[in-house]
């Protein structure tokens, strides 16, 4: 079973559409989407639609917190201009879109797997897994044995074994990396849509459950594209030129 896990898509289609291409030549069976479907980006009615599709084939689907902000109102602790981006993006949604939205669960815990869009100490309160502790808090909140989880925008992998420490490393695109049996996992995929890693490229990764290994990617786009929608919609331009040095 292989199951491709694709986080912070932030209604960036050109990225979207190249990393969902990428997972379709790789025969994925599952597909999981952490969270921020939209926010920052000019196209969050094609990216919900394009979610919903894959949602109504049996992809999992959660709550991030840019989608509940255009649900509700923007956190106190985003910026002005993601405050901004929250409302307008909040303009171009239909009602089913927003309902679809307001059904998004904030966890999968199911098959040794827990899913969330920030951590698993506490989902909704949004908080970034930046190291070890963070880490150690999310594997002492649940028995699951690979944790995956978006929010941060860089991709970063932890593992703790049976004394309990916790280790934290960056995984190298394209690597097949050996889960063991022994060791716990926690996974940060990554964004799709607007890495802050300095590497511009589109980042998602894919568990391999039959030869139990996990393998991060990262796949080009048409950044330009995408950046030039951002300020032919009236956004914040910065939100654009950030995409280009993938801060």
């Avoid at 944790?147 to 309990?164: K, M, N, R, S």
């Avoid at 049996?181 to 890495?195: D, E, F, Y």
Wanted: aromatic letters at 12%.
């Amino acid at each position: 079973m292989k199951t491709a896990f694709f986080a912070d898509i932030h209604a960036n289609r050109e990225a979207l559409e190249a990393c969902l291409r990428h997972a379709e030549k790789l025969q994925i069976d599952r597909y999981a989407f952490l969270g921020d479907l939209i926010g920052y980006g000019a196209d969050p009615s094609w990216a919900i639609d394009t979610v919903m599709d894959y949602h109504s084939r049996g992809a999992i689907v959660l709550l991030g917190n840019h989608d509940e902000a255009v649900l509700s109102r923007p956190e106190m602790s985003m910026h002005d201009d993601a405050r901004y981006v929250v409302s307008w993006t909040r303009s171009q949604l239909s009602t089913a879109q927003m309902n679809f939205l307001k059904e998004l669960p904030l966890v999968f815990d199911k098959y040794e797997m827990f899913m969330t869009h920030a951590n698993v100490f506490k989902p909704q309160g949004w908080e970034y897994v930046t190291n070890v502790i963070d880490a150690k808090k999310s594997f002492s909140a649940t028995f699951d044995r690979f944790i995956f989880c978006g929010h941060l925008h860089e991709p970063v992998l932890y593992h703790q074994g049976a004394t309990g420490k916790v280790v934290q490393f960056i995984p190298v695109a394209g690597v097949d990396i050996p889960m063991g049996i022994t060791r716990r996992w926690l996974a940060v995929i990554g964004s799709v849509g607007q890495p802050r890693d300095i590497n511009p490229a589109a980042c998602y990764a894919i568990y391999d459950s039959s030869r139990n290994t996990l393998t991060y990617f990262r796949v080009p786009y048409d950044i330009a594209t995408a950046s030039k929608k951002i300020a032919d919609a009236g956004l914040p331009v910065w939100l654009g030129d950030r995409l280009e040095r993938g801060v």
